[in-house]
């Protein structure tokens, strides 16, 4: 804040605004304020940035983005599939509680699933170890968890249209394990 010289002085008397006119009520220039101009209306659905508020009004913050849960279905369908049944659990425990329960029945499919691709998986492995009659049932097995991975990846394919159709997931076939 500047101040005035006291009448009769000069601010070249003084020392004070050195090379500034001496004209008698001289105030240096200020910062121009950010007023809106006359008749200016702010554009619908605008809110002014939180702490601009003049004090004592209401303070209003920003809206919170609604999560959209196909992204959380397609993504945990997709990893499941080539990430087996890690991913269907994790996301399955974190989205239960949340409320959806269109939302949990997928993710409960999906890690069903999951866990029948895991248990055909170790049958396989069990009866390769064992020679010739093991070796066929095997092979069998091994051609059954192929086809268990290709369901997965058509269900992963449609997992979005189906949510938004409101059509339950889209499995051939499924063992309710987890609810």
Same mark, same amino acid.
């Given at each position: 804040?500047?101040?005035?010289?006291?009448?009769?002085?000069?601010?070249?008397?003084?020392?004070?605004?050195?090379?500034?006119?001496?004209?008698?009520?001289?105030?240096?220039?200020?910062?121009?304020?950010?007023?809106?101009?006359?008749?200016?209306?702010?554009?619908?659905?605008?809110?002014?940035?939180?702490?601009?508020?003049?004090?004592?009004?209401?303070?209003?913050?920003?809206?919170?983005?609604?999560? $959209?849960?196909?992204?959380? #279905?397609?993504?945990?369908?997709?990893? +499941?599939?080539?990430?087996?049944? #890690?991913?269907?659990?994790?996301?399955?425990?974190?989205?239960?509680?949340?409320?959806?329960?269109?939302?949990?029945?997928?993710?409960?499919?999906?890690?069903?699933? +999951?866990?029948?691709?895991?248990?055909?998986?170790?049958?396989?492995?069990?009866?390769?170890? #064992?020679?010739?009659?093991?070796?066929? #049932?095997?092979?069998?097995?091994?051609?059954? +968890?192929?086809?268990?991975?290709?369901?997965?990846?058509?269900?992963?394919? +449609?997992?979005?249209? $189906?949510?938004?159709?409101?059509?339950?997931?889209?499995?051939?076939?499924?063992?309710?394990?987890?609810?």
């Amino acid at each position: 804040m500047t101040t005035l010289p006291p009448e009769g002085t000069t601010p070249e008397s003084t020392g004070d605004n050195a090379g500034q006119p001496s004209t008698p009520g001289y105030l240096p220039p200020q910062q121009p304020t950010q007023q809106p101009p006359a008749g200016y209306a702010p554009p619908p659905g605008y809110s002014p940035p939180p702490g601009s508020a003049p004090p004592g009004a209401p303070q209003q913050g920003y809206p919170q983005p609604v999560a $959209d849960p196909v992204n959380n #279905i397609t993504l945990n369908y997709w990893l +499941s599939v080539f990430f087996s049944w #890690i991913p269907a659990l994790i996301f399955y425990i974190i989205e239960k509680d949340k409320g959806d329960p269109r939302v949990t029945a997928f993710h409960a499919a999906n890690l069903n699933f +999951s866990l029948i691709r895991v248990g055909v998986g170790v049958v396989t492995l069990i009866f390769i170890w #064992i020679p010739i009659l093991g070796w066929i #049932i095997g092979g069998l097995l091994g051609l059954v +968890s192929l086809g268990l991975f290709i369901l997965h990846i058509v269900a992963a394919a +449609s997992a979005a249209d $189906d949510f938004r159709g409101g059509r339950k997931p889209n499995f051939l076939f499924n063992i309710d394990m987890v609810k």
